[in-house]
């Protein structure tokens, strides 16, 4: 008997098993797996954890939720939230403690109410996704102006892995005094390489992708909706207006129809292709801060839950992608 060891052959030097994808705002690197990537269809048999809530325990559905709007557009609500993370002050009470500074979380929060207890937005027709845009305005347009008073952020969580405690839709709004870090850094990319150019990164970008087309997944006269070169996980999907636009809340009241059919589009094939996925989505915008923002555009993020971050992409803070961007817009564009 041949005592020897069988040796095991190594991997093919020539074999690519992964792409390494740079971010153009951030400059931060992304991985593609496109050696184990996996198939668009499998993504839809994960079944996200649906939990049922009765009309009669709903705290969205009491009679007396309509008093406490502030603001009522259609069958769409806000009012204020019960447990705030930010609330009405007259100072900031700024202060320091040794090294580090400290002040009052002065803000507003509020809940953005959908009446329906169980129509979700991606089952919601372009007059009904109207209504949610004209309240997210509105409620912007409002809050920006208050004291102290920075940016507004305006954000969606579906499903409880996506952060959603209470299962009946609904949408947030938090106004706060400072501007939030991942703006902050998408801000600085936008900046920096407007001064490097003197164009906008993301009308680069979109140029790029309308010739290409690969990434598209859905498109309108003034608005598009694609997967992004770098996603920050699989299956990301941005709705971006066409027209070089700085701020959300100058939206047009025609934008506003083109806006709502391209993200009532994107939510429902995220829904159809991915089986009804949890997600977050948040818009980017330009804050009021008396600075000149011209080289900013406005855009919503929407981040299906398709996995979990282990040991690598929190050490390092590099999200691993298990589907090529091109392969995901292909397979929600024929949903």
Known sequence: MDSKKEKKSAPSADRQVSELRMDLVSNDWIIVATGRGRKPETFAKHERIK????????????????????????????????????????????????????????????????????????????????????????????????????????????????????????????????????????????????????RCVYCDMLDWDMKDSRRVIYENEKFVALCPFAPQTAFEVRVYPKKHQPYFERITEEEKDYFADALRMALYKIYKGLNDPAYNFYIHTAPRNNEENEHYHWHLVILPKTSIWAGFELAAGIEISTIEPEKAAEFLREV
């Not at 705290?59 to 009405?88: H, M, T, W």
């Not at 947030?172 to 703006?183: E, S």
């Open 51 to 198: 939990e049922e809530l009765p009309v009669e325990n709903c705290p969205f559905c009491k009679k007396e939720i309509l008093g406490k709007a502030v603001f009522r557009q259609g069958n769409v609500i806000s009012i204020p939230n019960d447990f705030p993370a930010f609330a009405y002050g007259k100072s900031l009470n700024e202060r320091v403690d040794g090294p580090n500074r400290i002040m009052d979380g002065v803000g507003f929060q509020e809940v953005i109410i959908t009446l329906d207890h169980k129509k979700q937005l991606a089952q919601f027709s372009k007059e009904e996704m109207r209504d949610v845009i004209d309240v997210y305005q509105a409620r912007y347009i409002d809050l920006i102006e208050k004291k102290f008073i920075r940016y507004v952020s305006i954000f969606h969580n579906h499903g409880k892995e996506a952060g959603a405690s209470v299962a009946h839709p609904h949408s947030q709004l938090i106004a706060i005094p400072i501007i939030d870090p991942d703006l902050r850094d998408s801000m600085q990319g936008a900046s920096s390489f407007y001064e490097k150019t003197g």
